[in-house]
């Protein structure tokens, strides 16, 4: 597999490390699990404003706000990480791409992180009753005042993602889907094909459906056979594996992962090793879907 990523002017590790859950009110347990994240290769942080509201968090924007009391308690890890967050997604609303309103949570994000700009800004959900255009206005307006370096969306689709560049005088640089040996969408609905026509780079979440590959929870057990057949081939892990499956797509994902446990990112981190021949990845496909290929 090929080596790390570039966003923007930024060169990112084949793994990412996810906020959706950091909702342990221990800044030194949260310094500590960002910290053997960044040291195993995982520098890019992927953190959301409406991350918080759920997984036991105390409210909007307490993950932002978490990683900015990290970041203030660590000095100098700031300068080691390529920080992304989102923004569109207001409770009760619940989309809000208006040009007003995401000048505002940008805004409203780099105060909880407590940084002075933002490596990668996506819009986290589209809004059906935005304009792209009104869209691209606050990318423009965001990035002229040097408040976000490069911009992406997360869950868009294909013609959502092209209408919205239609409209912008830069590229974007990042599509943040769902992608794991579970959900296989990303390699038929367009998205993947767009990132090997366009460049742009896939940040895949979700690589090991919520940890369900783990727990085996909803998951065809010929896929966890196979897995697990090919972890023992690997000397890894089946985390490791399932992980791999995503990075070995040739648009080059980046796999964001979010677990809390030290000892499960020492262990997935070994993803970056893997080495699935054709045969595996398409037998993977195979077990995840029940269903032969033509």
Known sequence: MNGARTIGRDAVGRLAFGCWRMTN???GFNAELVE???D???NLIDQADVYGFDWGGSGFGACEEMLGRVFASRPGL???VVLATKGGIRPGVPYDSSSAYLTVACEGAMSRLG???IDLYQIHRPDSFAHPAEVAEAMITLRRRGLVREFGVSNHTVAQTRALQSHLPFPLATTQPEFSVVHLDP???GTLDLCNET???????SPLAGGR???AERVRPELVGVLDELAAREGVGRDAVAVAFALHHPSRPVAIVGTQNVAHLESVSAATGVVLSRADLYRIIEASTGAPLP
């Open 25 to 27: 009110p221990d800044v």
């Open 36 to 38: 053997r994240a960044v």
């Open 213 to 215: 590959v783990m727990r």
């Open 199 to 205: 460049g742009m780079v896939p940040l895949a979440w």
């Open 115 to 117: 940084v002075d700009v």
């Open 40 to 42: 195993l290769g995982m």
């Open 187 to 189: 390699l038929s609905d």
């Open 78 to 80: 700031r300068d080691r």
